[in-house]
């Protein structure tokens, strides 16, 4: 076979096999949605938050940024929401954020003094956030694999209380669990579920500090048992704090995984006697791995570089029998 004999035939090979293509990354069994918990925007330690989303920015299988509230620093204004746009833009996953106490409840009076804001000022400040971030809602549901992950922003326009949900989204909630029995739900939602905390500080026991109407959310919990993780952040407590991840203290009425958050701006209850103190700079972030038959949360030292893997959990979303 001559030269050009040769040459016709490796070019035939390469058009009948195609060209060598990259290895390409082993599939995943698993989900992994980063949470962001109280970033209150713009804050403080603004490079250390930089450097979160740099962090997160390189882990390759990052699906989604759960952000549980308090995305604003002061009275969610157009200043801190526009902020918030450009901080979450430069992510390179989704982001799902909720509404937290800072985020709509607030506002100045005549004298520039902050004070909780009148309906009509609540309800534009949810509608800022619904527009800053494109929401659907201020309520929204996402299918991650066989789990239905819901999206809860406080969103009561008249309770004195810090994280409520107004009847209409206990009306929504209802109806989405009725659509999904068999969906294992996980709730974001800013307040965490009455009980899970025990703290010796003023967030254990105040019901400015629990997820409320919290008799309507027991009954509503009971009655739908695919609920098995309760995601929330509100309470800034640190994740040195041994209430953090105490898995008795943790478990909501015998069944359902408290997961507290850790905020991002750098005041975090850590103390022996839970007085609230500086992190120096540290900021930790859970991230849920949702594989089929479990969901793993691992806990990230951001100022260290490490897993705490102390503070590793799994949570399974055995099903059980309703409770009247």
Request: hydrophobic content about 35%; aromatic content about 10%.
């Amino acid at each position: 076979m001559n030269k050009r004999s040769s040459a016709v035939c490796l070019s035939l090979a390469l058009v009948l096999l195609g060209p060598a293509l990259p290895c390409s990354a082993a599939p995943r069994d698993y989900t992994r949605l980063v949470v962001f918990s109280d970033p209150h925007l713009p804050g403080r330690l603004l490079p250390e938050k930089n450097q979160v989303i740099e962090t997160v920015n390189q882990w390759d299988d990052v699906d989604g940024v759960a952000v549980t509230g308090d995305v604003t620093a002061g009275q969610g204004t157009k200043e801190e929401y526009a902020f918030a746009k450009e901080f979450f833009a430069k992510l390179k996953a989704p982001v799902y954020p909720i509404a937290g106490n800072h985020d709509y409840i607030y506002d100045l009076d005549p004298d520039g003094q902050t004070r909780k804001a009148p309906p009509e000022v609540r309800q534009a400040k949810l509608k800022l956030l619904q527009d800053t971030f494109g929401l659907p809602a201020t309520r929204y549901e996402k299918k991650f694999g066989r789990y239905l992950c819901l999206f809860i922003s406080n969103d009561d326009l008249y309770s004195p209380l810090l994280t409520v949900m107004s009847s209409g989204t206990l009306a929504w909630l209802q109806d989405e669990l009725l659509n999904n029995p068999d969906a294992p739900t996980i709730i974001f939602f800013h307040g965490p579920l009455a009980g899970t905390i025990r703290s010796r500080n003023e967030v254990s026991g105040n019901p400015g500090f629990i997820a409320q109407p919290a008799d309507h959310l027991r009954k509503l919990l009971r009655r739908n048992p695919q609920v098995f993780m309760w995601v929330s952040g509100h309470t800034h407590i640190g994740a040195t704090n041994a209430r953090f991840a105490d898995r008795k203290i943790n478990l909501y009425d015998g069944r359902v995984a408290e997961i507290h958050n850790s905020d991002m701006d750098g005041r975090s209850y850590l103390s022996a006697n839970d007085h609230e103190t500086t992190t120096h700079g540290t900021i930790w972030t859970n991230s849920l791995f949702l594989y089929p038959d479990k969901v793993v949360v691992k806990t990230y030292d951001h100022k260290k570089g490490t897993w705490l893997k102390a503070l590793t959990r799994e949570i399974h979303p055995d099903p059980v029998k309703k409770q009247p």
